[in-house]
């Protein structure tokens, strides 16, 4: 065989293989087209409603050849979806048939993967536990930035609580500089020694029942006085949400405790009276509650109120006489400069007391709840307020003395646009006896 007739077979054998195989690929590829449009031109039939989309289009004529009317359209879409399964079944056979053509290497990939498996086997095995090590490295690499941020933050917060002054706390809450000024010299003289260091006081909280002057919406007490005892709440210019005080004992209830000296009330919720150089304010409360409590005696007077419910109270002698009035319904909003809330459930206090000290500047609180006060030594005054509601509900009053001496006592000055007066009761009743705190 010479080298021209080699040459000649060569590519024969050439044209053929490439023909050969062009024609498969072909045929793979318009068979796949073809079985991918009818499958999903069934699933169209059972997703969509062609009926609607191509009725704009029928009856269809292409050049006198090919019609198609909307009523055998419509038939034809109907026998359809009557063998839904048929329908849905003959569409993931031509969709997978399609697909199998046209991803000619679909076959192949799984073919090595198989291959691999069987010759890796560790490998494969072991590739979830090196996964997963990858995995922990990149979380406590996060976890080490977050714990790194948070130490920081706690000290800076340290650093600001100790560079904070009352003076500066004072001045925020927006009383003047000689105001300000007055509040700490009468705070470092009274009972001759008062604890200001601020690492001390930023150990105290509200939230946590511990006593001290608090000016909201700082959580901390502005100062504290060695040996006194008082819970006491300082309102200027800043409207406070909500102050909530629950489960507390007061005043002589427990051993070891006593009245601060020249002081009769266990619990003072007031404004202040006028006085040389000083205009008088009261306490503005959107709605008060004062319930499940026990005082010796409760006094109301000198309050403004549109509906007053007085329900369910014990007393060894009452005396309830309000006025009509004409006070309006208020609510109390400061918008974003507003103390958010004040809020402490249980602890043990010589004293309660919520007043407004600065002059011409009424304290304001949006709900005021005062609930299980548990007292004794001295009495519960309510006075100076206007309140859109107060109510007063099943407390106990009484020194156990008859009910000649009135012991539950809602004055004249007390006036109300609408009042509520009901299963209040005289018994006997006494006070508590002191107890021993745990």
Same mark, same amino acid.
């Given at each position: 065989?010479?080298?021209?007739?080699?040459?000649?077979?060569?590519?024969?054998?050439?044209?053929?293989?490439?023909?050969?195989?062009? &024609?498969?690929t072909?045929?793979?590829?318009?068979?796949?087209?073809?079985?991918?449009?009818?499958?999903?031109?069934? &699933?169209?039939?059972?997703?969509?409603?062609?009926?609607?989309?191509?009725?704009?289009?029928?009856?269809?004529?292409?050049?006198?050849?090919?019609?198609?009317?909307?009523t055998?359209?419509?038939n034809?879409?109907?026998?359809l979806?009557?063998?839904?399964?048929?329908?849905?079944?003959?569409?993931?056979?031509?969709?997978?048939?399609?697909?199998?053509?046209?991803?000619? /290497?679909? @076959?192949?990939?799984?073919?090595?993967?198989?291959?691999?498996?069987?010759?890796?086997?560790?490998?494969?095995?072991?590739?979830p536990?090196?996964?997963?090590?990858r995995?922990?490295?990149?979380?406590?690499?996060?976890?080490?930035?977050?714990?790194?941020?948070q130490? /920081?933050?706690?000290?800076?917060?340290?650093?600001f609580?100790i560079?904070?002054s009352?003076y500066?706390?004072?001045?925020?809450?927006? &009383?003047?500089?000689?105001?300000?000024?007055?509040?700490?010299?009468?705070g470092?003289?009274?009972?001759?020694g008062?604890v200001?260091?601020?690492?001390?006081?930023?150990?105290?909280s @509200?939230?946590?029942?511990?006593?001290?002057?608090?000016?909201?919406?700082?959580?901390?007490?502005?100062?504290?006085?060695?040996?006194?005892?008082?819970?006491?709440?300082?309102?200027?210019?800043?409207?406070?949400? /909500?102050?909530?005080?629950?489960?507390?004992?007061?005043?002589?209830?427990?051993t070891?405790?006593? &009245?601060?000296?020249?002081?009769?009330?266990?619990?003072?919720?007031?404004?202040?009276p006028?006085?040389?150089?000083?205009?008088?304010t009261?306490?503005?409360v959107?709605?008060?509650?004062?319930e499940?409590?026990?005082?010796?005696?409760?006094?109301?007077s000198?309050?403004?109120?549109?509906?007053?419910?007085?329900?369910?109270?014990?007393?060894?002698?009452?005396?309830?006489?309000?006025?009509?009035?004409?006070?309006?319904?208020?609510?109390?909003?400061?918008?974003?400069?507003?103390?958010?809330?004040l809020i402490?459930?249980?602890?043990?206090?010589?004293?309660?007391?919520?007043?407004?000290?600065?002059?011409?500047?009424?304290?304001?609180?949006?709900?005021l709840?005062?609930?299980?006060?548990?007292?004794?030594?001295?009495?519960?005054?309510?006075?100076?307020?206007?309140?859109?509601?107060?109510l007063?509900?099943?407390?106990?009053f009484?020194l156990?003395?008859?009910?000649a001496?009135? /012991?539950?006592?809602?004055?004249?000055?007390?006036?109300?646009?609408?009042?509520?007066?009901?299963?209040?009761v005289?018994?006997?009743?006494?006070?508590?006896v002191?107890?021993?705190?745990?």
């Open positions: 065989m010479d080298s021209e007739e080699r040459k000649e077979r060569f590519f024969h054998r050439f044209l053929k293989r490439i023909f050969s195989r062009s &024609l498969v072909f045929a793979k590829r318009v068979g796949g087209t073809a079985a991918l449009v009818a499958g999903l031109g069934a &699933l169209s039939v059972i997703t969509l409603e062609p009926v609607k989309l191509l009725s704009p289009l029928l009856p269809l004529q292409v050049n006198n050849i090919v019609f198609v009317e909307q055998a359209f419509t034809f879409i109907t026998l979806n009557a063998n839904f399964t048929f329908l849905i079944s003959a569409a993931t056979i031509l969709l997978g048939f399609g697909l199998g053509l046209l991803r000619t /290497e679909l @076959f192949s990939g799984v073919k090595a993967f198989w291959r691999g498996l069987k010759a890796s086997p560790r490998a494969t095995l072991n590739s536990v090196r996964a997963y090590k995995v922990i490295i990149w979380r406590n690499w996060l976890l080490q930035k977050i714990d790194f941020l130490s /920081e933050s706690a000290k800076w917060k340290t650093i609580n560079a904070k009352p500066s706390l004072l001045r925020a809450m927006g &009383l003047s500089p000689q105001m300000a000024a007055s509040f700490i010299i009468a470092t003289t009274v009972g001759g008062v200001v260091n601020e690492t001390i006081l930023a150990e105290r @509200f939230s946590n029942g511990d006593s001290g002057v608090y000016l909201a919406p700082v959580d901390t007490p502005v100062t504290y006085t060695e040996g006194d005892n008082t819970l006491r709440i300082d309102l200027s210019s800043v409207p406070v949400r /909500e102050i909530s005080i629950k489960n507390i004992s007061i005043g002589t209830v427990f070891g405790s006593s &009245l601060p000296s020249g002081q009769t009330n266990v619990v003072q919720i007031s404004g202040n006028t006085a040389e150089g000083f205009t008088a009261r306490l503005e959107g709605t008060l509650i004062f499940n409590s026990r005082c010796r005696k409760l006094t109301l000198d309050m403004n109120i549109h509906t007053l419910k007085i329900i369910g109270n014990a007393s060894d002698g009452q005396s309830l006489s309000p006025s009509p009035g004409a006070a309006r319904m208020r609510s109390i909003g400061g918008g974003h400069h507003q103390a958010e809330a402490t459930s249980g602890g043990t206090y010589d004293r309660l007391w919520i007043q407004a000290p600065v002059s011409a500047q009424n304290g304001k609180i949006g709900k709840t005062l609930s299980n006060l548990y007292t004794k030594g001295g009495d519960c005054v309510l006075s100076s307020i206007d309140a859109s509601e107060v007063i509900l099943t407390n106990e009484g156990g003395n008859g009910f001496t009135k /012991e539950f006592v809602v004055e004249t000055s007390v006036k109300a646009a609408n009042m509520i007066i009901t299963d209040n005289e018994v006997a009743i006494a006070e508590p002191t107890s021993t705190p745990e």
